[in-house]
């Protein structure tokens, strides 16, 4: 009975979804209904609903209920509890009912806690989620029902994708999608403020919170996704320019562009047109995203192999969302006007920049992305991968990236550049100091230079906005931005140190026999066979010595899984300050009396980690940033309401 529960609480929350569009729509068409009072509670209880429906999933996964159809081609009795519980998502249907329940109750908390809008807007805004919530619905009860039964029931599932079976799904893909849905709320919010023609600094303020948490998931989650295809895989590479890599990173570069011209919307009252734009923009790429993934015309390890018939439905849902909100964005273009002016030399200008810089590298990944599907569908197969993608990035990540180190020093409004002359002149020649060392250590390789250049130039730029303060009254928002940049030179260091100086080193040893690798020694001390709970494998002991030191043991593994059949390789790393060595096991190359030969292939990654230390630097900075934003927003609410109790008593 728990998975027909699960049902009818979907059921039911479609049907509440329905009920806050009509609620809305008489709401807003200023008709005189008991209806258009329900759209707050409605939206409440419809999330409520969508959690119970997820809650009924975890549920029959928890307990490997075989006759429900999603758990049986997705789980396995011998499987840990916590893949038991990560299969849930870790498929077509129940990523669909986690970004459902994530969308409902990111509404009802809209619902519940948002006052600082006008309520027109407000009621605009959630008529918006209900209309985007109603597809995904009719999309899971029509085409993808998370809660089908089987009969005969199979005696035994079919397991997950072995090289799923990561403590990386149990985070990865909800981060992710936390950060989807918050685009949602945002495109909902551009929509009702056009309905309403309220664009304005109230609209950039009750935006902005959604778009920073939105912004902080899609970092979280597009950094622990590069780590875990990094160790998992067994490759070595920490971005493939893989299309469905592709499509987590364009959400996030729409979002991160939203997020800059919220702020300058919220604060100085420019750039009314543009954030609308953006906000409809970030949940387009979201959009663009979930077909990719469901459409079944990719392959990839992090696609779902989809009938291609719900990829149609996806696509019809795309093109009602965002043509219809490009319509109407049309349709009121004209009175969404532009706001304050500024001059050429402010930090709004700068701003301005920058989105175009990242609009551009969107623009690049869109592209590429995209234009082997449609070479493919006239009969050619093109690949399109880092030879593309880098150069044509770097084109305008460089501009953006010096734009940066000189913009948070700027004023608003208008400013002169011989203010900033030292600092400017400062970042120049610590740039300029790198290139030369960058030049001598790494000929040759022009990407990595530039990235070994600027990574110093933009670390101390981005900690130049303290001089001069008192660190203690320096406000949250402000320590956001610094440890952001910051985190950006960070990751910039890691990236281009990983691919100026990386070592890679492919062998065949025998028991005993090592190996160089870089500044290490590789020892192949012993292979022997160990067991998991639902796996078998071959396990290498490797003994690592670096620098003459004594030697460290690590074990990489070449794992057999049984349900489902397939191979993987476990890499084993072994972490330093300065670098990273990635061990991985390869087959048997040859026969003999004392076991034969193992292929290992072996990489030195200097200052590799900082890429990812960088990105959780980033996503620090946005959580500060949210939080000094919440609390200012929470002061001023605080402020406000002893403002109209006094009023009220003095009426009295």
Known sequence: MIAEAGLAALWLAAALALLQFGSGVAALRGEASPLAALVRPVAVVQGALALLAFAALLLVFAQTDLSVKLVALNSHSAKPMMYKIAGAWGNHEGSMLLWVTVMGLAGSFVALVERRLPERTMIATLLGQAFVSLGFYAFLLFASNPFERLNPVPPEGQGLNPLLQDPGLAFHPPTL?????????????????????????????????????????LTLGITAGSYWAYYELGWGGWWFWDPVENASLMPWLAATALLHSCSVLAARNALRAWTVMLGVVAFSMSMVETFLIRSGILTSVHAFAVDPKRGTFILALLAIYIGGALTLFAFRAATVTEGERFAVTSRESALVFNNVMLSGILGIVLMGTLYPLVTEAFGERVSVGPPYFNPMSAVFVVPM??????????????????????????????ALAGLAVAISLAPGKVLPIIGLALAPAVALASLLPLRGRKLRQVKLPLWGMVIAHFGI?????????????????????????????????????????????????????????????????????????????????????????????YTVLGDKADGGANGGRWQLRLWWKPLVTLIWIGGALIALGGLLALLGRVASDLRRLVASDKIAFRRQRQGR
């Open 401 to 430: 990236l010096l734009v940066l180190t000189v913009g948070p020093l700027l004023r608003w409004r208008r400013d002169q550049l011989a203010r900033v002359r030292l600092p400017m002149l400062i970042a120049a020649g610590v």
């Open 177 to 217: 999608y936390l950060g989807y849905v918050g685009l949602s709320i945002a495109f909902s919010f551009a929509v009702g403020a056009l309905i309403t023609r309220e664009v304005g600094p109230a609209f950039a303020r009750a935006m902005r919170p959604w778009v920073l948490g939105a912004w902080i998931f």
């Open 489 to 581: 030179a960070v990751a910039l260091l890691g990236m281009a140190a990983e691919g100026a100086f990386t070592t890679e080193r492919l062998v065949a040893l025998r028991v005993g026999e090592s190996t160089p690798v870089g500044p290490w020694q590789i020892r192949l001390a012993r292979i022997e066979p160990v067991a998991g709970p639902n796996w078998t494998a071959l396990e290498a002991t490797l003994e690592a010595s670096y620098a003459g030191a004594a030697p460290i043991v690590t074990h990489p593994q070449a794992r057999m899984f049984w349900a489902p059949v397939q191979n993987t390789a476990e890499s084993a790393l072994l972490t330093r300050w300065n670098g990273q060595l």
